[in-house]
């Protein structure tokens, strides 16, 4: 455990203030969403698209490039794609993917009609030889198609059951039911057949299902995270790591796309406005700014950054990590808040003082997001996300028009809202703290530059904080009949 914490944390939740930050912001979360990176995932090269993007930024900001005159730091990973082809009609009607249904990450290419198995439940789950009735069918060929009817089981139940029963697109498509929000996800591995959830309103006993899916693996797909720094002025200083993954999902077919507006785009947006900042106000610290790519196959850029020994980890005083922003109605989470007890004191302290923030919750350690490969090896670490309303989350709702910043909001007391804060940064060492913010007067309609302790960087550019949710999913073995379709 360090004796002492040099913490840089970061409550950005801008009002009525600088429309300039604030539209610039905005605008850089709307380019990550927009149709021309394709949700920053494999399909037309969005995320590689995106990084250039980024890099452009930072040059902008005026980073200098971390890696001997370049950005980029590039790794390689096996995918799924979707890269072409994406219909299922149903009784005559296209469905829309994205929002009638989605394909599994991991599935596989098929054209043609499906013909349906005997509806497998989740009574499945606890009595295996139902299963071997749909196997019976289309080892029969008296259907070509599993059908699975996860209505009216519980989350927790429709979730176990999917992630048993994917695997029988070993064998033959799946066509899966389900009354839950569609949430999907990076597929690094690819089954020979498809897996097709549809909502269960589109569900009837007599359903005539027509379907041509194209699914694509990219053994090595060429990523790269995006890596910015400033060097401090002071001789030996140390590092302060701030981070945000850009990456997404990408899209399922050559039309439909998930955005990430939540998630990432917009930590990406502050990050951006970070540098922004601390190129005008200098600290002394050495800075750096990383971009991640491949969060969500895995957090392998961050896993890649940490084990090419990319800096040296003792050299990193305190990382903060930004992953997913867009509400703060109910406040933020400061994750490993628990463990790091003594910065997580003085974050709320401040918070308790100046009443920014509904609430500041601590959480424990977490596997997920891109502060983890860090914290494994040592580096004091927050990854802090907003609560609050918004639930779009790994779907094609996730769009930038949906974006609340309420947290922006929640700043100030109520007899004092017509200022708003704008940035504050927290730095304390051996006991110091230092804190500075700007805020703005909207009745006097004048920028106030305001120092709650010991220190005044002046005028601040940045601009957001983040949002996060990880769903934990319970992994299950079914029974010695998907082990062996497994093994086929």
């Known amino acids: 455990m360090l004796n002492k914490y040099f913490l840089i944390t970061v409550l950005i939740f801008v009002g009525q203030f600088s429309f300039a930050q604030k539209e610039k912001a905005a605008e850089i979360t709307e380019i990550l969403c927009s149709d021309s990176l394709f949700g920053r995932g494999y399909v037309k090269d969005g995320v590689n698209k995106a990084a250039d993007y980024i890099a452009s930024e930072f040059e902008k900001s005026g980073l200098e490039p971390y890696f001997e005159e370049s950005y980029f730091q590039s790794f390689e990973f096996g995918v799924n794609t979707f890269p072409g082809k994406m219909s299922v009609v149903l009784n005559g009607k296209e469905l829309i993917p994205g929002k009638d249904y989605i394909v599994h990450e991991m599935s596989g290419s098929y054209s043609g009609k499906l013909d349906l198995t005997y509806p497998i439940d ?48 070993k064998k033959a498509p799946v066509v899966i039911t389900t009354g839950q929000k569609f949430t999907w996800s990076v597929g690094r591995q690819k089954l020979n057949s498809p897996v097709i959830i549809l909502k269960e309103e589109h569900v009837s006993e007599d359903m005539n299902l027509e379907v041509d899916i194209e699914a694509e693996y990219i053994k090595n ?7 910015g720094y ?35 785009a917009s930590g990406t947006a502050m990050l951006i406005s970070m540098a922004d900042y601390f190129k005008e106000n200098p600290v002394d610290y050495n800075l750096m700014f990383i971009a991640f790519a491949g969060e969500e196959a895995g957090l392998l850029g961050s ?50 003082e100046k009443n920014y923030l509904v609430k500041v919750k601590p959480r424990g350690e977490t596997q997920n997001s891109d502060h983890h490969y860090f914290y494994k090896e040592g580096v004091p670490s927050f990854f802090i996300y907003t609560m609050g309303h918004n639930q779009h989350y790994h779907d094609v709702f996730d769009t930038h028009e949906e974006l609340s910043f309420a947290a922006y909001d929640n700043i100030g007391s109520p007899k004092q809202n017509h200022k708003r804060l ?67």
């Open 122 to 169: 989740s009574a499945v789950l606890k009595e295996h030889n139902l299963l071997r009735i749909a196997l019976n069918e289309i080892e029969s060929k008296d259907a070509n198609a599993f059908f699975v009817d996860a209505r009216g089981t519980t989350p927790q139940k429709e979730t176990e059951l999917v992630r048993n029963l994917i695997f029988l697109a």
């Open 221 to 227: 797909f060429n990523s790269k995270n995006v890596v």
């Open 422 to 488: 704008t940035c504050v940064v927290c730095i304390t060492s051996l006991g110091r703290l230092h804190a500075h913010h700007c805020a703005i007067d909207n009745r006097e309609k004048r920028v106030e530059v305001v120092s709650s302790r010991t220190v005044n960087y002046g005028k601040s550019s940045v601009d957001d904080l983040l949002t996060g949710t990880l769903i934990s999913i319970k992994k299950t073995n079914l029974n010695d009949e998907l082990q062996q379709i497994d093994g086929s």
């Open 230 to 264: 400033l060097p401090s002025g002071k001789k030996k200083a140390k590092t302060i790591v701030f981070t945000a993954h850009y990456d997404h999902l990408g899209g399922m077919g050559t039309e439909a796309y998930f955005p990430g507006a939540n998630d990432n």
């Open 303 to 352: 896993k890649y950054f940490v084990e090419q020994n990319s800096i040296k980890m003792k050299d990193i005083e305190f990382l903060l990590n930004l992953d997913i922003m867009g509400s703060g109605e109910k406040g933020i989470t400061v994750v490993n808040g628990k463990q790091l007890k003594e910065p997580f004191e003085k974050l709320q302290e401040i918070n308790t």
